[in-house]
């Protein structure tokens, strides 16, 4: 089968792979039918040593059921399913409290020797802890809406939920990539009434005001610190969602969180050392939470909202490209050309 693989910074390509077999008896064959890029792996596509490569890459997919070990009993031949962002068993007492990406069998796609999503096909190492079936088929107009399950919307959704977003909380939302426009939808969808978005991308930002951003401040650094101050009484709000993972957004979460509010970061942090002390967090008794979302925990939840059109999170995407063109969505969302690219392999 043909797959993507990155060879380091900026060098991604689409080449011939082994065709995956099923290996253990929960394991899963899937055929892909709609995969995307994301934010994150533009980390990689920045800075990744060819030492490192090639190394397969991609962590959202739905696709079509092909061959089941005999353990499985969720999903069977033929099944449209998607798949969250990390595998998990489903059965550790992490899985059962809902954080999957704890889970003490899981692990990410495309480390090691599991498929990653951009390809052709994947195999599912735990499929009963891991593939929702969806109950349209690889052709529905929903696709592109239902493959945010499988990060993106779940991403911004734990964002949300971390944060302890309700009715009565104020929110700011850093960043204007997908996950930060679907941790707007998020705040809305738990009843936030003020969600300022911080974003410079006007595009990008209209969309998040359709999603339910109150308020957009383009500025950045301290002029954007004081443009939500100047939105919120001077306060601040109770919690900021932090959808980007770079210090300078980091730094923007503690000058925009009210005190005794809460930091929730959902970007990949590109750091291990950031401030903690009286001027950032401690001073306001700010907390500091998020991490990587359990992706397959919010999948029956975020569903229906899916399939009756409440929500339209696909929106996010604005563009396709088929497996050849892999390579340009990467491009294009590194270019900002593209907010995100949805691959039909
Ligand atoms: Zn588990």
Known sequence: MRATLIYGAGDVRVEQVPDPVLKQPTGALVRVTAACICGSDLHPYHSMSPADGPARIGHEFI?????????????????????????????????????????VHGGFWATGDVDGGQGEAVRAPLADGILVKL???PDSALIPSLLTLSDVFGTGYHAA???????????????D??????????????????????????????????????????????????????????????????????MPAYEQAYGVVRAGGTISRVGVPQCEEAPIGFGSLFGGNITLTGGPAPARAYIEELLPDILDGTVEPGKVFDRTVDLDGVPDGYRAMDAREALKALVTP
Do not use: N
Not at 75 to 98: H, I, M, N, W
Not at 178 to 189: D, F, N, T
């Open 177 to 246: 990539g997908a996950v930060g426009l679907l941790a707007v939808l998020s705040a809305k969808r738990l009843g936030a009434e003020q969600i300022v978005l911080m974003g410079r991308h006007k595009g990008r930002t209209d969309l998040g005001r359709e999603f339910g951003a109150t308020d957009v401040v383009a500025e950045r650094g301290e002029e954007g610190v004081a443009k939500v101050r100047e939105l919120t009484g001077g306060q601040g709000t109770h919690v900021v969602l932090e959808a980007v993972g770079h």
């Open 63 to 103: 696709g079509v059921v092909e061959d089941t070990g005999s353990d499985v009993s969720t999903v069977q031949k033929g099944d449209l399913v998607v798949a969250p962002f990390a595998f998990s068993d489903g059965t550790c007492e992490y899985c059962r409290e809902g954080l999957q990406t704890s889970c």
């Open 161 to 175: 939920v971390r944060g302890g977003v309700d009715e009565r909380t104020t929110v700011t939302v850093i960043g």
């Open 135 to 137: 109950p349209v088929g």
